[in-house]
């Protein structure tokens, strides 16, 4: 991670750089066998050394190295997936990988359409009905570049991180590629089951952080410790943005029947508070006019709203409102501070939803919340960019989205609005892999492949795919304006359904808080969710809810070491959006 003044120059950098559009990737070319020998020259050893548990800091050192190597990245190729299909190639031809060998892949079952979607689909564009992209089977692919193949074992997405964990615990080196989340990146670290990949991304340069499209800034940062080591690879953005029924906004008669009601216009290019998301909630709630007609001639019955209650995602709308309202994790004396007026006043706005909400949200999360906002079922609701290309070719149709800013509070007589990274989907190399042991040059590459910009541009672009954009030059492609964006709703200038290019990443981006890099967040998210469901389904009171919050979460400080956690939290000021730096005085 970097210092305050970096984060925002290379952000400002981002949100003032011209894009251009990512021309088809080159054709591979042949690794001479020069290169080949190069590569390999001073294999990387394995060395087993101690476990921990999560978030204990281990004074063994156990070290999987890069194969050295004797020339240029760009020698092998211009491009992140060359280079990585070359140096594969290379490492075959000098026997380097056995035979036989093969990449295990962990991977949540949801995500199965990204890399492997049922042959023959297409995705369209919501609008024009016009193919995007037919099915590529992206584990095929690879294979059919390298000859390696890719073995994936689905489980269900939150099951992840123990079978990461476990593996620290055993070494049974069962996988060589963890599908994880970002948040836990320090856990899979501390425990000594992600191999760090610093020399990895020096020698072979997947392009993180430089070239023509390089990983969001914000986004990026997560994959960089303090210290500056790289540890892992996007998957997806999964941040998070404000949708609602942009069909009925627009309708002049439920606007003039807003305003009686209210005494306020209703906000047709989406809300500035949450306060106006509770009028809307209560206003919406129930309607079942002639935009609830579905196509079987039904009428659809309309919620105000599903934002999520559930033991695990409610933790994405508390921590917004959280940092909106001002609130920090810590004091400057190491204190935590969850138990005040701040954490109170979140939770107790998040409950004055529920009476608008539909069911699932409090026992279920995106499942659930995409089909019903699909099907109409729902009018407004925080969420993944991934909801629109999902819920679009629904019942709903690109008419019925509208995507705007995350709400905010006034603090100071000033707007603050914050959004956040949550469960970012990410990939780790396991340390103890069967081929990682032997050449962990092989599942690096593979994961820097997967992310090249092209690669994962066809990834994303996949019928099933289900992940958000995450490099720059996604928001310029025409197959991710087609995915993600042509549900924006027009902007001045801009071609009308398209506002999704560089303009829906420079709206939102500057508001993104960076991922909370610390120990322990898995434990944390659990408890945190669990208390405030708790208090949404009328269990305890906010009062309970809130000092359980605290209490716990100082225990799980003084168990991981408050001194470390609290130096972390520190690196996680740094990647607050401006107004939030502003709001605290950091400089």
Known sequence: MVDSEEADIENEQFFKRRMTRR???????AAGAAIGVAIVAGAGGYFAGTSVSPGKSSTTTVTTTATQATTSAVSLGATPADRAVNAVNALKA????PAGAKIRFLEAAFRAGNMTPTAGQTRTDPYTGKVIQNSINMLTKWNDLTGVPVEMDLLNDLQLYDKAISE????????DFLGQRIDFLVDFINSGVALDLTAFEAKYVPEIRTGNCPVTPVFAQGYYTSDGKYWGFPGCGDWFSYYNRRDLVTNPKLQSA???????????????????????????????????TLPDGSTATLRGSYFFRDNWFSNIEFRIRFLELGGLLFDNNKNVTLDNAITRQALTDMKALTS?????????SWPTMYPNYSNKQVFQTISWASVAQFAASGPVGGQGFGVYQTPGYLVNNKLIRVTVLYDQTSYIIEKYGKLTSVVPDVPFLFGQWLTDPEISTQELANPGAISDYFRTCHGQDERMIATFFAVWPPNPGIEPGRRGAAEAF???FQSLCGTWQMAGMHELQDLWGTQMNAYFTGVQDVDTSVKNMQSGTDGVMDRLGRDAQFQRWQHVVQTFPPALKVLHGIS
């Open 94 to 97: 000098s026997g380097a990988i």
């Open 258 to 292: 807003f305003e009686t009601q209210f005494g306020y216009q209703l906000p047709v290019q989406g809300p500035d508070t949450w306060a106006q998301v509770l009028d809307m909630a209560k206003f919406f709630d129930m309607y079942k006019g002639s935009e609830q």
């Open 23 to 29: 021309q088809a990737i080159a054709k591979a070319t």
């Open 356 to 364: 608008y909400q539909v069911k699932d949200a409090f026992t279920s």
């Open 506 to 508: 420079d709206v939102q």
């Open 168 to 175: 620290a615990t055993t070494k049974a080196g069962t996988w």
